[in-house]
């Protein structure tokens, strides 16, 4: 089975410009979450889509926005670039029942995308 | 407002000693997770606790989890170098049921 894949790898952007990151999720997943980490830190939730809506939400402004298509894949879009969004960030696809991890279901997560804004 | 902590957050230890890693979260939940990060990569899962009392283990490491102290840890047993990583915990929040990081624990393992 192939793994979640994301692209780019890294990217350069400056501040205000616009972004857009992909990624491929699990054969089998049907949902994907988002996560920014900053550097030093833990995974911060962005938010999830299930069904190509989103289905939960981090404490991340409206210029963060997403969409998952059929094939469960999915695209995560920040506008307005600011410096503080410099991170790596995480796609994790997952198999779950309306949004809801069960059983022994866990986050599958990508190599992640590494934006730099300056 | 579901919040994971994690303690210590950064250890170095010696190889062959042992020593645990704290997770403790601010609301009810029934699954617990934690993963691994090596430096510049992404989180490989480790382990899903499912259930007070749970206990899980694979090699040198083992999680548990006490969902009425709102307790998990991981045990190191006889650390070895290759150990040395981040590891994270990560709980379903309410009532979203979404995953929620910890901080981390980074762990350096010494000759």
């Known amino acids: 089975e192939t793994g979640v894949t994301q692209s780019p790898t890294h990217l350069i952007k400056t501040r205000g410009q616009q972004v857009t990151l992909r990624c491929s999720s699990q054969s089998g997943h049907n949902t994907v979450s988002w996560y920014q980490q900053a550097l030093g830190q833990g995974p911060q939730f962005i938010f999830q889509y299930y069904r190509e809506e989103e289905n939960g939400r981090g404490n991340f402004p409206p210029r963060f926005s997403g969409l998952q298509f059929p094939n469960y894949s999915s695209e995560l879009n920040v506008n307005a670039l600011e410096l503080d969004d410099s991170a790596l960030y995480l796609c994790?696809?997952?198999?779950?029942?309306?949004?809801?991890?069960?059983?022994?279901?866990?986050?599958?997560f990508g190599a992640g995308s590494r934006l730099t804004v300056l | 407002e579901l919040k994971v902590e994690q303690n210590p957050l950064f250890l170095s230890m010696q190889e062959g000693k042992n020593y645990t890693i704290y997770c403790n979260y601010s609301t009810t939940s029934d699954r617990l997770y934690w993963y691994r990060q090596d430096p510049g990569k992404s989180l490989e899962s480790l382990f899903v606790?499912?259930?007070?009392?749970a206990v899980k283990q694979e090699g040198r490491l083992m999680a548990s989890l006490d969902t009425k102290a709102r307790l998990s840890t991981l045990h190191i047993t006889a650390a070895v170098h290759d150990l040395s990583a981040t590891y994270f915990c990560a709980v379903d929040g309410k009532p979203n049921d979404k995953v929620i990081f910890g901080p981390g624990t980074s762990l350096s393992v010494i000759p």
């Open positions: 606790l499912l259930s007070n009392g």
């Open positions: 994790a696809s997952s198999k779950t029942r309306q949004g809801i991890l069960t059983g022994a279901n866990v986050l599958t």
